[in-house]
Structure formats: structure tokens, C-alpha cells
């Protein structure tokens, strides 16, 4: 059973960036892939960042494909989420999850371990 903690959100004016981490504890076998999601009020909760085990694959919706980039540090059990050139559109409570791989991730229901969230606000 993997916990997972989201932290590094906060309100940013548009234009600027943030990063998001994700930390992993407990049992950590591979293989699994690491995903960020995010969710208004009313809204279903939304795919926007996937990589792989191996960190050599990796998926991004269209709405923040060229702005956000995921990577992660094995050594820290964490995956990041390089969040840059922000809009107010971008304002959601962010989670991390664990799931197969990066295609399976857009299945929600499937993924195995949940974060509590992170709120990142952007203004305009």
C-alpha cells in the first residue's frame, strides 16, 4: 500500500509557475506509473500529466501540453510537476495517483493510491 503527499500549490498570477511535488512511502513496487490530476467544484476530475516507471514515457493533456512537464527522482520517491506559464484556467485542487501505466491512468477508477490534493489558484 502506497501513501502518497501532495504539496507546492499556492496562488500565482498568471504567467508564472509552480512546482508540485508528489511524495511516495510505503511499499513502492515496480511497476507502476505516477500521474497528476486536477478538479474544480462540479467538474470531473481531469487526466493532465503522466510518466512511467522508467520516467521515459510520458503524457500530457492537450490543455497543458509545452506549459507543464512531469518528471521523477527514484531516490526520493517523488514526481514533480513543473507547472510554467499559468493561466486562471489552470485552477484546480491538483492530486497525484498511482496507476498501470501512463494510458491507464486516464481510467480513474483504476488508479490504486490517491494524494489529499493541492490548491493552486492563478489570478489574473
Known amino acids: 500500500q502506497v501513501q502518497l503527499v501532495e504539496s507546492g500549490g499556492g496562488l500565482v498570477q498568471a504567467g508564472g509557475s509552480l512546482r508540485l511535488s508528489c511524495a511516495a512511502s510505503?511499499?513502492?513496487?515496480?511497476?507502476?506509473?505516477m500521474g497528476w490530476f486536477r478538479q474544480v467544484p462540479g467538474k470531473e476530475r481531469e487526466y493532465v500529466a503522466g510518466?512511467?516507471?522508467?520516467?521515459?514515457?510520458?503524457y500530457y493533456a492537450d490543455s497543458v501540453k509545452g506549459r507543464f512537464t512531469s518528471s521523477r527522482d527514484h531516490a526520493k520517491n517523488t514526481v514533480y510537476l513543473q507547472m510554467n506559464r499559468l493561466k486562471p484556467e489552470d485552477t484546480a485542487v491538483y492530486y497525484c495517483?498511482?496507476?498501470?501505466?501512463?494510458?491507464?491512468?486516464?481510467?480513474?477508477?483504476?488508479?490504486?493510491?490517491w494524494g489529499q490534493g493541492t490548491q493552486v489558484t492563478v489570478s489574473s
Open positions: 495517483g498511482i496507476g498501470a501505466n501512463t494510458l491507464t491512468l486516464g481510467r480513474l477508477n483504476t488508479l490504486t493510491s
Open positions: 510505503g511499499r513502492t513496487f515496480g511497476n507502476y506509473a
Open positions: 510518466i512511467s516507471w522508467s520516467g521515459g514515457i510520458t
